[in-house]
């Protein structure tokens, strides 16, 4: 990795944001030759005062942050992330479009190539309905090769992985956080399902903390690394109008999924719809808007390609009794006059074979779209779908 240091040795360097660092390594070649340069020859180049160019010229000298920066460098390697630098082949290249991108991005997974990339963000404290919503979304276009790409946070983001993951999609989270410092804490299992299904990436150091300032630079990339941005619900002064804002400045699609006309935390997404954002009401009003990316939507918003999954008799009896509106575990233990223990397991398994989705407040709901084989007090050759 001691390519890499000159990379970390310029990002140091107070007063050299990524716009700043991108302007260096296109005007000199790369950060080495930024760091090698004279005074005047930095001072050429646009934003770069004598100042500056004087504490770029220290920052080559190797103890100026050499320890940190083996440090850093040392932690990556034990933990197996990666780091992609702005000229390597596999860096994201849409990202790599916007004025400012990171100079390099630190990788736990696999960034895949190529591809439609959509982002999914909205609110952090959503609806049942937001959630599943943001769900079946995310399956459905999961189903048609689409990466999805949002935020980890809680709500919208968690369904929005969770669904794709649920599909059998590729996913990516980009943090506001540095990659050791999982952020919401509860999304830890999250994290590493995510890095089995795509990758998780953060511009930030390894220890980085969920800092304010954190967030909205995060959004940039977001939306930077798409080809569209949705936002499921949001309200008026929501961080995703955030990630919205600057997904148009990108020249990138934006979606937004109408709400309740009653719920102010439909007030951001009715608003971007005014504002000029496509309505979405399935996935085929995303996959439209790409066809000529050589993507389509299918004839129908169907669930023909919906995977279809073995339960057995005791998860089939909870299944018939799940629908697309939660329903609390005590209520559906009443139904099924089953301990709240027994049905407890049972739905964890249901999750697990991604037929069920837990919402806040200890309520369950069937995955939208979700075909099932019954167990064995059924047919074995029937299937049910929640369609």
């Not at 990666?82 to 290249?93: E, H, K, M, N, S």
């Not at 629908?323 to 709240?340: G, S």
């Amino acid at each position: 990795m001691s390519e890499l240091r000159p990379w970390f040795a310029l990002k140091s360097v107070p007063g050299v944001g990524n716009l700043l660092y991108r302007r260096l390594v296109e005007h000199f070649g790369s950060p080495q030759d930024v760091l090698n340069a004279e005074p005047a020859a930095l001072t050429a180049v646009q934003g770069v005062s004598p100042r500056l160019a004087a504490s770029i010229v220290r920052h080559r000298t190797p103890d100026a942050v050499s320890d940190a920066i083996e440090r850093e460098l040392a932690s990556v390697r034990q933990k197996s992330y990666r780091i992609v630098t702005l000229t390597d082949a596999g860096y994201p290249p849409l990202l790599r479009q916007i004025p400012d991108p990171p100079p390099f991005l630190y990788v736990y997974g696999t960034l895949r190539e190529g591809g439609l990339n959509i982002a999914m963000v909205g609110s952090r404290n959503a609806t049942d309905y937001g959630i599943a919503t943001t769900r079946r979304l995310a399956m459905d276009l999961a189903r048609q090769q689409v990466c999805i790409v949002s935020g980890m946070a809680r709500g919208v983001d968690t369904a929005a992985h969770n669904g794709a993951i649920a599909a059998g999609g590729n996913t990516i989270a980009v943090l506001g956080t540095g990659l050791a410092r999982i952020y919401p804490q509860e999304n830890e299992r999250l994290f590493h399902r995510i890095a089995e299904n795509g990758a998780v990436i953060s511009e930030f150091a390894l220890h980085s903390g969920p800092d304010a300032h954190h967030f909205p630079a995060r959004n940039r990339i977001i939306s930077g690394m798409s080809h569209g941005t949705v936002v499921v619900e949001a309200t008026g002064r929501s961080g995703s109008l955030i990630t919205a804002r600057l997904a148009a400045e990108q020249n990138r699609d934006v979606f937004a999924v109408p709400g309740n006309v009653h719920s102010f935390k439909s007030v951001g997404t009715h608003s971007l719809i005014k504002q000029g954002a496509k309505l979405v009401v399935h996935a085929g009003d995303i996959m439209d808007e790409f066809s000529h990316l050589g993507h389509s939507a299918p004839a129908t918003p169907s669930t023909a390609a919906a995977p279809c999954v073995e339960l057995t008799n005791e998860e089939a009896m909870v299944m018939d009794k799940l629908d697309a509106e939660p329903v609390h575990i005590d209520d559906l233990a009443r139904k099924l006059a089953l301990p709240v223990g027994r049905l407890s397991g049972l739905l964890l398994q249901l999750e697990i074979k991604g037929a069920a989705h837990q919402t806040p407040g200890n309520r369950f709901c069937r995955v939208p779209g979700i075909r099932w084989r019954p167990g064995k007090t059924r047919n074995n050759n029937q299937e049910v779908s929640s369609e």
